[in-house]
């Protein structure tokens, strides 16, 4: 009864992802249905056997499989730990017998994927890339389909040569301009080896800094599947900090764990450069998106292609990191939706970037979701997971992790970055972080101020909007648009609605100036950009448009700021498919443009002198 009650919730939450525009692809697998099909002619064969000999933390195997009783449904599920089987399954209660299955694979392909006769021959073979997630790994056959499965025989297990090995490192700002850090995940606890980095100017003396340890277990998951099916444990999660940083200089660094025996274990080396001195008038670039998900390179893990941007994405910024200073993932991470393995998957696909450059999150409803969690909306689209792995994989500059709100500077930039799965409405706690992150920023040294949230708080012509009859969240610029006119916000940025949109800048529904790709003089509104075309399922929008909708794109792709100078910025959308520009604007303003008075910006005057 109540692996039935789990398997209903698990059912339940596939299907409000997939009215939400798309199906974590784990989610197909009937885990709870899973029984035994041994036949003994049946084989599956993997090699290598032993993986990153040479400190590789991903490595491309090869499977071999026959079948004498094949069809077209058969798949190819890999799992980590290797043991899959009910014994390691948590005893829900002396009456319910434990499910054949207990948790997910990591990934899936359908065994005929490169083997177009394998339904007439009964043999096939894939090739798949397989990454370091701290356990031993093993390949099983199934019959039945996804919904069905049927397990007809399975592989020996393979391991990396140092399954703990410190991986996927990924920086981020730290809460002084002066300051940054990075986070990686390994195998060792603090029983077992002190966690550190060794860092410093680039062919200078290096100096070691210590990590702080986190970690986080079933029982802190809000429900299924995070908490049943979906769980793998997160291993441990280590941060530490770069400070004291000398403007615009490159840094080297190595993540690191010295075990209690004397051997240090090692990660790889890295670089960075360090940002510059806030209001210093430079050449800086920041990359923004929303909801970019995760995809195997391999082509395993699909379902329906709902993520299949999220590689072009990735390569297209990995392409042109040496022109990229910063980058703001704005909610929606990598869509794990409570299956844990897939956390170790994005991070391990956005290393190349992250690892160079600060890589900040914000909050998204695939992140923090769930009924009775305190989320301001209670879906079930965080799988279970009501925040507690994004909190922790990630290092953002907030006051309290568990809120997610923050403010960041670069340059001449300052980010104020909300949480649109907590409460923001006025007299909130959200609300007067807000107001202090717009009202305390000074705009002779940094002009360009930008908000930045996941769900659409500005506008948008998604249907999924219409349908309820608005073109944003409910509450959302009706608590919000005098703050942004009051403070001169430049660009309000969003995620959420999978596509690209600019508006006019617009106040109250209305364009206070006509949409161009040049604005100069005084500030006259905000323009809201939605980019959350990053990898995930595209969004639709509205037959008719609205007078303030300037530009849209439905395809995937990206925003880049540029700012030049303290008087001109470049905003740019970018195609993820191929990096081409397909709408851009740029805005000229000098200090005086931005004191100068506009529509409810400016406190009321008399003409007393």
Request: hydrophobic share 35%; aromatic share 12%.
């Amino acid at each position: 009864m109540v692996a039935a009650l789990v398997h209903l919730l698990v059912a339940f939450s596939a299907a409000v992802l997939a009215a939400a525009g798309g199906e974590q692809p784990l989610s197909k697998i009937g885990v709870h249905r899973a029984t035994l099909a041994i036949h003994p002619g049946a084989s599956v064969d993997v090699s290598p056997l032993l993986l990153g000999l040479q400190g590789q933390d991903q490595e491309w195997v090869t499977i071999g499989f026959n079948n004498p009783r094949p069809s077209k449904d058969d798949w190819i599920g890999v799992f980590s730990p290797a043991n899959f089987s009910d014994s390691i399954c948590p005893s829900e209660n002396q009456w319910v017998e434990a499910p054949l299955l207990c948790t997910a694979p990591i990934k899936f392909q359908y065994a005929n994927y490169t083997t177009a006769d394998y339904a007439k021959t009964g043999k096939g073979s894939l090739r798949l890339q397989i990454i370091n997630q701290r356990s031993d790994i093993s390949f099983a056959l199934f019959s039945g389909g996804l919904s069905n499965p049927k397990l007809i025989t399975r592989s020996n297990s393979i391991t990396f040569a140092n399954p703990k090995a410190p991986v996927y490192p990924r920086l981020a700002q730290g809460k002084s301009w002066d300051e940054m850090t990075v986070t990686w995940t390994s195998g060792y606890s603090t029983k077992e080896a002190t966690p550190f980095v060794e860092w410093g100017i680039q062919g200078q003396i290096q100096i070691l800094s210590p990590a702080g340890t986190l970690t986080f277990s079933r029982d802190t998951m809000c429900g299924p599947p995070a908490r049943t099916v979906g769980w793998r444990d997160p291993g441990f999660i280590h941060t530490s900090f770069f400070k004291d940083l000398w403007p615009n200089l490159k840094y080297t660094y190595r993540i690191g764990h010295r075990l209690f025996n004397g051997q240090i274990v090692w990660g790889r080396q890295n670089s960075f450069k360090a940002p510059p001195y806030p209001g210093e008038d430079s050449l800086q670039r920041v990359v923004i998106f929303g909801d970019l998900g995760k995809a195997e390179i391999d082509g395993s893990n699909e379902y329906n292609d709902f993520e299949r941007g999220s590689i072009n994405t990735t390569y297209q910024l990995v392409k042109d990191l040496k022109n990229i200073d910063m980058v703001m993932h704005i909610g929606d991470i990598c869509y794990a939706s409570g299956y844990l393995s897939q956390w170790d998957q994005f991070t391990a696909q956005v290393e190349p970037i992250a690892s160079t450059v600060p890589y900040m999150v914000a909050s998204g409803n695939h992140e923090r979701d769930w009924p009775g969690s305190g989320s301001f909306y209670g879906t079930l689209d965080s799988g279970g997971e009501c925040g507690v792995p994004a909190q922790n994989m990630f290092y953002v500059p907030a006051e309290n992790r568990e809120q997610f709100w923050y403010l960041t500077d670069y340059g001449m930039f300052r980010f104020c970055v909300a949480n649109t799965e907590l409460d923001w409405r006025p007299g909130t706690e959200q609300y007067k972080f807000i107001e202090h992150c717009l009202s305390s920023v000074d705009r002779q040294k940094q002009p360009w101020l930008i908000f930045l949230a996941h769900r659409v708080l500005g506008y948008s012509s998604a249907t999924f909007y219409g349908a309820e009859g608005t073109t944003e969240e409910p509450m959302g610029r009706e608590s919000l648009q005098l703050l942004w006119q009051k403070y001169r916000v430049d660009i309000a940025m969003y995620g959420h609605v999978h596509g690209y949109e600019r508006t006019c800048p617009v106040y109250e529904n209305v364009c206070v100036a006509k949409g161009s790709d040049r604005y100069s003089g005084a500030f006259t509104a905000t323009t809201h950009v939605v980019v959350g075309g990053g990898g995930a399922s595209l969004a639709e929008y509205t037959a008719e448009r609205a007078r303030w909708s300037h530009a849209q794109d439905l395809d995937y792709g990206f925003a880049k700021l540029t700012a030049f100078n303290h008087t001109t910025l470049l905003m740019e959308y970018k195609r993820s498919r191929d990096g081409s520009v397909r709408d851009s604007f740029t805005v000229s303003r000098d200090y005086r443009d931005v004191l100068a008075c506009g529509v409810d910006n400016c406190a009321a005057t008399t003409m007393a002198s």
